[in-house]
Every structure is written in structure tokens, then in C-alpha cells.
């Protein structure tokens, strides 16, 4: 790092954080099935992963989106098939969301695709040296989620 102002250790910082973001997402979309984007497969991924419904509401906020940007996701996994979106049982003024069958096929599937590049990515970089920086990556994270 030189002694440009603009190299400081925030802007370095985030500046790797941005470009393997992008970077990341560019590789990760390329390789998901046709027609799923990688917001859907992160939704799909929650779902799967929560084991039990979630409120639309409640996906926006573990998203940090808006709750239309979330509406507008979910009304194309319903379309697909991928999700089921009914009335919460116990106030029927809200909807909940859970993943189908075929939305558990579709995330699998995704997730076979895009394994190899992480795990390629993985073993090039070495694992002892993710480990040691996850910590760090989530502390990042915490910081920023705190921020709100």
C-alpha cells in the first residue's frame, strides 16, 4: 500500500470487499440453472436451511430489502413453482412462505452447480487461510448489520 489517501486501509479494504462481491455474484449467476437468479436461490437456500415458514416481512429484513423487492422475488418462485405462499394459520392477515418440492429440487440443483467454483476458490486460496479470515468476514458483517 502506498501513501495515497486513497489506498487508506478503509478504502483497500472495501474496495477488495466490492470487487469480489461482484465478481462473485458474476460467477455464481453464470453457473445457476436457467432462469434462476441468485436472489432466488438465496431465498430458496433461507427457506430450506429455516425448515419452517417465514413471513415475507421476515424475509426482507434477513435480506435487508424492501418488502416490494422481496414481493417481487417471491411472486416469481411462486410463478415457478418454487415456494408456497399461503395465510398465516393464525392471523389470517398474514401470508407465509415455505418452500416446495420442487423449490427443494431447484435449490439442490443450484447448489451442485455452484459448489465447484466455491470449493475451486476454497482449495486455490487454502483453507487454513478462510478460516482465518471468517472470523474477521463476520465481525464485518455484525458491524454493518449494526448500523442497521
Same mark, same amino acid.
Given at each position: 500500500?502506498?501513501?495515497?489517501?486513497?489506498?487508506?486501509? /478503509?478504502?483497500?479494504?472495501?474496495?477488495?470487499?466490492?470487487?469480489?462481491?461482484?465478481?462473485?455474484?458474476?460467477?455464481?449467476? =453464470?453457473?445457476?440453472? =436457467?432462469?434462476?437468479?441468485?436472489?432466488?436461490?438465496? &431465498?430458496?437456500?433461507?427457506?430450506?436451511?429455516?425448515?419452517? /415458514?417465514?413471513?415475507?416481512?421476515?424475509?426482507?429484513?434477513?435480506?435487508?430489502?424492501?418488502?416490494?423487492?422481496?414481493?417481487?422475488?417471491?411472486? +416469481?418462485?411462486?410463478?415457478? *413453482?418454487? &415456494?408456497?405462499?399461503? /395465510?398465516?394459520?393464525?392471523?389470517?392477515?398474514?401470508?407465509?412462505?415455505?418452500?416446495?418440492?420442487?423449490?427443494? +429440487?431447484?435449490?439442490?440443483?443450484?447448489?451442485?452447480?455452484?459448489?465447484?467454483?466455491? *470449493?475451486?476458490?476454497?482449495?486455490?486460496? *487454502?483453507?487454513? =487461510?478462510?478460516?482465518?479470515?471468517?472470523? &474477521?468476514?463476520?465481525?464485518?458483517?455484525?458491524?454493518?448489520?449494526?448500523?442497521?
Amino acid at each position: 500500500m502506498n501513501d495515497n489517501p486513497k489506498d487508506s486501509l /478503509p478504502v483497500a479494504l472495501f474496495s477488495e470487499m466490492f470487487m469480489a462481491d461482484q465478481l462473485a455474484r458474476t460467477a455464481l449467476s =453464470k453457473a445457476l440453472p =436457467k432462469g434462476m437468479e441468485l436472489s432466488h436461490f438465496s &431465498v430458496l437456500n433461507h427457506l430450506a436451511r429455516a425448515g419452517e /415458514p417465514r413471513s415475507p416481512a421476515q424475509l426482507a429484513k434477513s435480506f435487508h430489502v424492501t418488502r416490494g423487492a422481496m414481493t417481487n422475488t417471491l411472486n +416469481k418462485l411462486e410463478w415457478a *413453482g418454487h &415456494v408456497h405462499i399461503h /395465510p398465516d394459520w393464525d392471523d389470517a392477515r398474514r401470508k407465509q412462505v415455505t418452500i416446495s418440492p420442487a423449490g427443494r +429440487k431447484a435449490r439442490d440443483a443450484a447448489l451442485a452447480a455452484i459448489t465447484p467454483i466455491i *470449493g475451486d476458490v476454497v482449495e486455490q486460496i *487454502g483453507s487454513e =487461510k478462510v478460516r482465518s479470515v471468517l472470523p &474477521v468476514l463476520r465481525e464485518v458483517r455484525t458491524k454493518f448489520d449494526e448500523l442497521g
